[in-house]
T-cell receptor
């Protein structure tokens, strides 16, 4: 089955700086690469996704890059703001038996 | 606006009680999921269902069961609650080919077993 690893588990960056979170996966058949954001007291919510026929996708201050050969994809947040403080999850898929398997999450702290 | 609703935000139950966590979605999604979230362990899949009356075990099904009698409702059952089941429980739904489409989550139920 899919083995998903996320790094780092915790990340602190100064407000205005950039943050990068990396997700590695094991299933070479994966072709969908989403990132979810979980704010305090809420369920995770999709913020950006990419499919395997595209190498990079950008939406304002967030971007996702994909390296299918190396089996990893990354979330990039530029010009970080306090509201970016949250836990971020990757969930490459589709998984075995139609499951959705998440990474363990990255807690991002934006320092004033 | 799409919605997944969990019946309770907070629950406190006693050891040995039978506990029901309810989840309803209004998007006509075929797939529904139950996860538990613990610090440092991320989201772990307990059970999922890809159709009415159909269910599949996730990675940590022990001590849990599920029920899906109607398409919009997916219930998680703790047969005999134990303190190690104290956790945040999250319900999600998605279209078919779940790993290839967006998952929509409820707000979570924080369960404490005393």
């Amino acid at each position: 089955g899919e083995n998903v690893e996320q790094h780092p588990s915790t990340l602190s960056v100064q407000e205005g700086d950039s943050a990068v979170i990396k997700c590695t996966y094991s299933d070479s058949a994966s072709n969908y690469f989403p990132w979810y954001k979980q704010e305090l007291g809420k369920g995770p919510q999709l913020i950006i996704d990419i499919r395997s026929n595209v190498g990079e996708k950008k939406d304002q201050r967030i971007a996702v890059t994909l390296n299918k050969t190396a089996k990893h994809f990354s979330l990039h947040i530029t010009e970080t703001q306090p509201e970016d403080s949250a836990v971020y999850f990757c969930a490459p898929g589709p998984g075995r038996d139609d499951k959705i398997i998440f990474g363990k999450g990255t807690r991002l702290h934006i320092l004033p | 606006d799409v919605k997944v609703t969990q019946s309770s935000r907070y629950l406190v139950k006693r050891t040995g009680e039978k506990v029901f966590l309810e989840c309803v979605q209004d998007m006509d999604h075929e797939n529904m999921f139950w996860y538990r979230q613990d610090p440092g362990l991320g989201l772990r899949l307990i059970y999922f269902s890809y159709d009415v009356k159909m269910k599949e075990k996730g990675d940590i099904p022990e001590g849990y069961s599920v029920s899906r009698e109607k398409k919009e409702r997916f219930s998680l059952i703790l047969e005999s609650a134990s303190t190690n089941q104290t956790s945040m429980y999250l319900c999600a739904s998605s279209l078919p080919r779940a790993g290839n489409t967006e998952a929509f989550f409820g707000q979570g139920t924080r369960l404490t077993v005393v």
